[in-house]
């Protein structure tokens, strides 16, 4: 009986022993653990704050790289008082888009930094529209005053002040709205709204691939522009395929790098093939597009 009662003494004291050693453990073990955890709190908190950035970052150049090459275009017209560099139909192009971009919207959502680009774009159109008239009537003292309200196909895009283009823009984003809102639960009607606003920016560059064709030449083109045409548009198409914007905006993106590659294209082909005399009397002009 003694021997008995003296095992189960020593039995129940190796457990005890067992028991405070695991304790010991657990307990060594618990400030690592908790060490670990904090240090993917914190990874993880400057994994978000680096996305944040990212996106801030890539919504404000979507907002704002599309008036970049416009910037050093009206501080030249503005030092050289001459604005025949600058094609104020690039101002109409661009309105026209961004207007019916802004009214796509009320019929399918896409992403805020786009709906900013397109204001800020109305914004710097309207603008260079003012100085490019100002500066032409400075020019042209003696030219018969035209109006918007004259109606006059002729001259139209071509009036004497810039309260005629205000008046023609709200004009037809008047006329565009109302025609919207009778239409806005046509999903026929809202989708090819949104193709005619995206698909008349992406034919901005047509006219310089064009007048490359006509010419036979790429002389007198800002080789620097294009370049930064082609990486602006290729911003913006990858941008548009991230957030998942409307299947219209990337398609015509690719469309707007596709013509930037082939100007591209013309600038290798027509210095390694020239097709006509390289005259030295061409004055290099500044070109303008939207990023």
């Known amino acids: 009986m003694l021997l008995l009662s003296l095992s189960q003494s020593h039995h129940k004291e190796h457990e005890e022993d067992t028991h405070r050693i695991i304790i010991s453990e657990k307990a060594s073990e618990h400030p690592l653990t908790s060490l670990l ?29 599309g008036v970049v090459p416009y910037i050093p275009q009206y501080r030249d017209i503005r030092r050289t008082q001459n604005a025949e560099g600058f094609s104020t139909y690039v101002c109409l192009v661009l309105l026209v888009a961004n207007i019916l971009r802004i009214l796509f919207r009320f019929g399918r959502y ?21 100085l490019c008239t100002n500066v032409r009537m400075a020019t042209e003292l003696n030219t018969k005053r035209r109006s918007f309200i004259d109606f006059d196909w002729s001259y139209f895009w071509s009036w004497s ?18 025609i919207t809102y009778l239409l806005l639960d046509s999903a026929l009607f809202v989708e090819t709204l949104g193709f005619l606003a995206v698909f008349t920016e992406a034919m901005l560059g047509t006219p310089q691939l064009y007048c490359n064709y006509q010419n036979k030449s790429t002389e007198g083109m800002s080789i620097k522009m294009v370049l930064m045409w082609t990486s602006g548009d290729t911003f913006k198409t990858g941008y548009f395929l991230l957030t998942q914007a409307p299947v219209q905006f990337w398609t015509c993106g690719l469309l707007q790098v596709f013509v930037d590659i082939a100007i591209l294209f013309q600038v290798y082909y027509y210095s390694r093939y020239p097709q006509k005399p390289v005259s030295h009397t061409v004055s290099h002009t500044t070109s303008a597009k939207a990023l």
């Open 37 to 65: 955890n904090m240090e993917d709190e914190v990874f993880d908190q400057i994994v978000s704050v680096f996305n944040s950035l990212v996106a801030w970052v890539a919504a404000g150049a979507i907002m704002f790289g």
């Open 110 to 130: 896409f992403e805020t930094p786009l709906l900013w680009q397109s204001i800020i774009m109305i914004g710097t159109m309207l603008t260079m529209l003012n």
């Open 161 to 178: 002040h810039f309260v005629d283009y205000v008046q023609c823009v709200l004009s037809f984003t008047a006329v565009a709205a109302y």
